[in-house]
């Protein structure tokens, strides 16, 4: 249904049939054959299915003029989901990408942090007001809906209101956190952030000095806390030169155009080493065509 409807609206916009696709997944992910099945199923053609962090760095690179001939740059890129975290480690040459390690924490993102705030003011509000919003949804869902708001708020002020009119029991509430106090509660979750790094730069078997930049992308990352403990980790302060939303449908645009006879794009490869490359290996058997490079090692 999401592909039928992605390819629907795609030639509304277009006004005209779209047929080859390639298709974003993330790290973790095992099912390949039920995706391939589902766009077949859709009416779409996959030439490819690609990592969405390869698709981020791919973005990335492809538009680069300045990249090194013989030195490589090696540039993190860090994308937090509303549901999933992953780091994806690359080194760029002159039409060159190579990804050189991966990690990832599949149940780490923006919407636990929701959670953690929901969860403090339904406790706030049941202290000081006697009401118990995990007995209405309808209450339930109006505050997680509030408490999405108020860490964006967060994101760019010190503090931030809280105010809901008609909550439950014909009661109006009202809250106030600061981002200190935010940090508090948030604590559990902000530990977990560094992990996918530490895996991902072990994998590449690089230290910490041999990443020239960072780059952060997906919505969650507009947390100030994850960008101050990534800034600590990498000793330099993550960029922000990408499209944070767009970034990773950029790349497997521009993956699916490479691969398609009918654009002249400009040649960029992607090299994945073997113990990056499992999920590429499966691409490679089904679409020949691609132009992914597998190295041993």
């Known amino acids: 249904m999401l592909f039928s409807d992605l390819k629907s609206i795609a030639e509304k916009n277009l006004n005209a049939a779209v047929v080859d696709c390639s298709i974003g997944i993330p790290v973790y992910f095992t099912d390949l054959q039920a995706v391939l099945d589902s766009v077949t199923i859709a009416g779409l ?65 923006g919407r636990d942090f929701d959670e953690a705030v929901f969860q403090h003011f339904a406790a706030k509000f049941k202290d000081e007001y006697k009401i118990d919003v995990f007995q209405n949804a309808r209450a339930c869902l109006r505050l997680r809906a509030a408490c999405e708001k108020l860490k964006k708020v967060l994101s760019a002020n010190p503090e931030a209101p809280l105010n809901i009119e008609c909550l439950m029991d014909e009661k109006d509430v009202r809250g106030f956190i600061k981002r200190d106090e935010f940090k508090q509660i948030s604590a559990p979750i902000l530990e977990r952030v560094k992990r996918p790094s530490e895996k991902a730069l072990a994998e590449t078997g690089h230290s910490v000095e041999n990443i020239h930049m960072v780059e952060v992308v997906g919505l969650g990352s507009r947390v100030p806390f994850i960008l101050k403990i990534l800034t600590e980790f990498f000793g330099k302060e993550p960029r922000r030169t990408m499209n944070a939303s767009e970034c990773v449908a950029r790349g497997c645009a521009l993956e699916c155009a490479i691969l398609s006879p009918t654009f002249k794009v400009r040649e960029f490869q992607a090299v994945v080493s073997l113990n990056v490359g499992f999920m590429l290996l499966f691409v490679l058997v089904y679409f020949p065509e691609a132009v992914f490079v597998v190295l041993d090692g």
């Open 45 to 109: 053609h996959p030439l490819c299915l690609i990592h969405e962090t390869t698709a981020t760095a791919l973005a990335y690179g492809i538009y680069k003029t300045d990249l090194p001939e013989n030195d490589q740059l090696n540039v993190a890129f860090v994308d937090v989901g509303n549901s999933s975290f992953q780091v994806c480690i690359a080194g760029f040459k002159k039409g060159q990408l190579k990804i050189l390690g991966h990690s990832f924490d599949r149940s780490l993102g």
